[in-house]
């Protein structure tokens, strides 16, 4: 699977997008890019995925650029409900093994 | 109903104990998985599991056994528990194949060991 980079930490103010950048210069062509979070405490939770178009669901956006080196994951209004860790994964789809590797990811802090 | 459930959600044991998590899933998936974060809070995979195929991370040592008794349900069991062992073991699963890829994780089971 892809290495992805990620920015260790960003804050976003209660209310306003939040867009978490992540870096995946070596992506090949059969790779999705994939998104979880980690709330404190909690287990990790999907929250979308995507190949080349961007893809929207009614947690967050996924904007992957037309090299597909890079992707932003966009919440929209982000809630003090949002603050956690955000991974970027990038890995095949389809492929026998779902195992996901984790990076450090980045953690959001949501201010009020 | 939680889909992926683990127990116990704490457990707190002596080196040298043998002891066991319990993870079960209600979503029909076929594949489940057990990831260990450490203090540091990194996430590793360490096992992933369907009816016919056991994948192991080759850094797992060997005391540790996932242990399946149906396609719903898989345990993993310590043996001669160390103090390195203490983490935090989250539960997962999927499906092998279709669509929809995601995995779904339990809410982790905290392992201390004294």
């Known amino acids: 699977d892809a290495k992805t980079t990620q920015p260790p930490s960003m804050d976003c103010a209660e209310g306003r997008a939040a867009n978490l950048p992540c870096n995946h210069s070596?992506?090949?062509?059969?790779?999705?890019v994939y998104w979880y979070r980690q709330i404190h405490s909690q287990g990790p939770q999907y929250i979308i995925h995507?190949?080349?178009n961007n893809e929207t669901n009614e947690m967050a956006s996924l904007i992957i650029t037309e090299d597909r080196k890079s992707s932003t994951l966009i919440l929209p209004h982000a809630t003090l409900r949002d603050t956690a860790v955000y991974y970027c994964?990038?890995?095949?789809f389809g492929a026998g093994s779902y195992q996901l590797t984790f990076g450090k990811g980045t953690k959001l802090s949501v201010i009020p | 109903d939680t889909a992926v459930s683990q127990t116990p959600k704490y457990l707190v044991t002596q080196m040298g104990n043998d002891k066991s998590i319990k993870c079960e899933q209600n979503?029909?998936?076929?594949?489940m998985y057990w990831y260990k974060q450490d203090s540091k809070k990194f996430l590793k995979i360490m096992f992933s599991?369907?009816?016919?195929?056991?994948?192991i991370n080759e850094t797992v040592p060997n005391r540790f056994s996932p242990k399946s008794p149906d396609k719903a349900h898989l345990n993993l069991h310590i043996n001669s528990l160390e103090l390195g062992d203490s983490a935090v073991y989250f539960c997962?699963?999927?499906?092998?194949?279709?669509?929809?890829?995601?995995?779904?994780f339990g809410q982790g089971t905290r392992l201390t060991v004294v």
């Open positions: 995507g190949l080349k």
């Open positions: 599991y369907n009816n016919k195929e056991l994948i």
């Open positions: 997962a699963s999927s499906r092998k194949t279709g669509g929809g890829t995601e995995a779904f």
């Open positions: 070596t992506i090949s062509g059969n790779e999705y």
């Open positions: 979503l029909g998936h076929d594949t």
């Open positions: 994964i990038v890995r095949v």
